[in-house]
């Protein structure tokens, strides 16, 4: 039996992936980036640059969740998420993914 088949990774998830995710929705809804493209291909480059400069927070239990989630409540740790979004749409805005 293959190793991926032995154990179910779907419950292995990166919290900070959805905190990123969701402050890029916000950023990109700011009159100030109206100008940043929303194709597929910008706004994903933007998630993974953005996702590429924090640690990642994984989990694969509901107390990891809580656990998680404590984590990026707190105001510093929050700021650091949204300046690493911030980063990153001026980072694409400057150098999108296409012509």
Do not use: W
């Not at 994984?58 to 107390?63: A, E, F, L, N, W």
């Not at 949204?82 to 980072?91: P, Y």
């Amino acid at each position: 039996m293959a190793f991926r088949d032995e154990y179910n990774f779907t419950h292995l998830v990166n919290e900070v992936e959805n905190l990123i995710i969701n402050e890029t929705e916000q950023q990109l809804n700011l009159e100030e980036n109206n100008d940043i493209c929303r194709c597929q291909d910008c706004v994903l480059d933007i998630v993974a640059y953005a996702l590429n400069q924090v640690p990642a927070v994984y989990r694969c239990t509901y107390s990891g969740r809580l656990y998680a989630q404590a984590l990026y409540l707190e105001e510093n740790k929050y700021a650091t998420y949204r300046n690493a979004v911030k980063v990153a749409i001026d980072k694409i805005r400057n150098n999108p993914s296409h012509d």
